[in-house]
């Protein structure tokens, strides 16, 4: 295994709660509790799960836009979770993210040709001539036209914003791109001319991915390792061929089977859960996942299972799976 561009060492968020005319802390939000993962130079890490999760929070808190509880970011062999200044802004360079809505992240007032240089604008020095001829290279990456320079965010469908907003985020050369459910807020077909883009621009430019999403088809098609976050967590980290074909937490079992059938004609066994996600100010003790479980057991709802390595990379924080206590039911 080659050294990973980012690992992310027992990351934690909580979002104080306050009240009070002193607005005085009355509790926490627990958005992220002890996460961790690591994706090598070249590679997609797909993370998923429901709303409300801590997917997202973990993307920025990775990027600083929000500030880690405690936890470390280590980016190219260096810890950055601390780093400030000109020393984060030259971070920031080789970092992007991709946002879920295209025209929110888009400056309404700016044209496409200087929305896409204004990074170059920002951390390189060039005449007007290269951030012109810059900008035009980077639009027609991204499938788009000279043409395009001079309009507005609002003149291009969902599909064409998303496209600025790659080649914005192209522009500096970047190692990571963080993409924030890219395709969750555009049409189906469009959707597949998205990631196909996304597939190849990571072969040209040897990008390593972050890539957020609810949706496993898409995970799918784009990523080489999943991680399943569940109120805070990862409850199983594992490379794609092993994670479909052997899923091992209760919960990923569970959004695979809601997976709508391709052939009606396939009888697929449903594993519905009950009750609702919880809540991250009150998560539930022990095993977080405990209350909607349909196997669990007495040690689930008082002790909190470690992510442990089952099967060679496959990671599950699950006490069915723990051999001191009940026996290996792998």
Known sequence: MNAPLLQVMNLKKYFPIKSGVFSRICGYVYAVDDVSFSIEKGKALGIVGESGCGKTTVARTILRLVEPTAGKIIFNGKDISE??????????????????????????????????IEPLKTHTKMSKEEFRRVGLELLQTVGLSEEHLRRYPHEFSGGQQQRISIARSLSLNPELLILDEPTSALDVSVQ????????????????????????????????????????????????????????????????????????????????????????????????????????????????????????GDHYIACHLYDDEKIGNKK
């Open 83 to 116: 780093i400030e200044g000109e020393e984060l802004r030259k971070m920031r360079s080789k970092m992007q993210i991709i946002f879920q809505d295209p025209y929110s992240s888009l400056d309404p007032r700016m044209i496409t040709r200087d929305i896409i």
């Open 192 to 311: 597949a001319q998205i990631l196909n883009l996304l597939k190849s621009l990571q072969t040209q430019f040897n990008l390593t991915y972050l890539f957020i999403s609810h949706d496993l088809s898409v995970i799918r098609h784009l990523c080489d390792y999943i991680a399943i976050m569940y109120l805070g967590k990862i409850v199983e980290n594992a490379d794609e061929k092993r994670f479909f074909e052997s899923p091992k937490h209760p919960y990923t079992q569970a959004l695979l089977a809601a997976i709508p059938k391709s052939n009606p004609d396939i009888n697929k066994e449903r594993k519905l859960l009950s009750g609702e996600l919880g809540s991250p100010i009150n998560p539930p003790a022990g095993c977080r996942f405990h209350p909607r479980c349909p196997y669990v057991m007495e040690i689930c709802r008082r002790d909190e299972p470690q992510l442990k390595d089952i099967a």
